[in-house]
């Protein structure tokens, strides 16, 4: 009876955390998409940088000026970070290039004068992101290709999302602390494991 109990439990604690993992996930994905199909606003001239903060690496667009400052402000004055989903193509954004933005709420699309699109993974911001800002190197053509070609592959990804994604065991050797089962370590460690890689990648790290 214990035992039955424990495992309809453990079956709802499963639920609830799918439930709450694919909540974020379409929240932060549909935002994404909504702010890339919003019409087109004012264009801005680009950087990419890079934070590092504790053990993550997000990357961003520095937006200069700010294209949506507050009214009142002075012309010109400031600038907006936008952080940003990294896909390869990125890796072609110089410093000064122009592009044109849009919006939806607080999270901004750039589409690049090249057509290189980035699409935001969180809100954007009026001061600059926490931790080491790096900016990013420019790479001529032959370059480029390379270092795309390194920085696109699952590999090179899984290293990236690894301090997140192995911080999901230590919530699979609490569950079976809760539900006193050593046996179900193994399948837990899975479960957080998947979890903790998941939640990197739709939180929008950088492998760059």
């Not at 294209?67 to 004055?77: I, N, R, Y």
């Amino acid at each position: 009876m214990v035992g039955a109990r424990a495992g309809s439990d453990a079956r709802a604690v499963l639920v609830l955390l799918f439930l709450v993992v694919a909540g974020v996930a379409v929240f932060r994905l549909g935002r994404a998409g909504l702010a890339g199909r919003a019409a087109p606003g004012p264009t801005a001239t680009l950087a990419r940088v890079r934070s590092e903060h504790r053990v993550v690496s997000h990357g961003w667009l520095e937006l200069t000026p700010d294209p949506f400052a507050p009214d009142g402000s002075p012309s010109g004055a400031g600038a907006l970070w936008q952080p940003v989903y990294f896909h390869p193509g990125l890796l072609a954004i110089r410093t000064g290039t122009v592009g044109r933005v849009s919006r939806r709420g607080r999270a901004h699309a750039v589409v690049t004068s090249d057509g290189v699109v980035a699409l935001p993974c969180g809100r954007a911001r009026r001061t600059p992101p926490p931790g080491r800002l790096i900016d990013a190197p420019a790479y001529s053509p032959d370059a480029l290709a390379e270092r795309a070609a390194t920085v696109g592959t699952l590999r090179r990804r899984l290293a990236t999302d690894a301090p997140l994604g192995t911080a999901g065991l230590a919530p699979a050797l609490m569950w079976c602390v809760a539900f006193g089962s050593g046996a179900a370590l193994p399948g837990s460690a899975i479960v957080g494991l998947t979890c903790g890689f998941w939640y990197a990648a739709v939180m929008g790290t950088d492998p760059a």
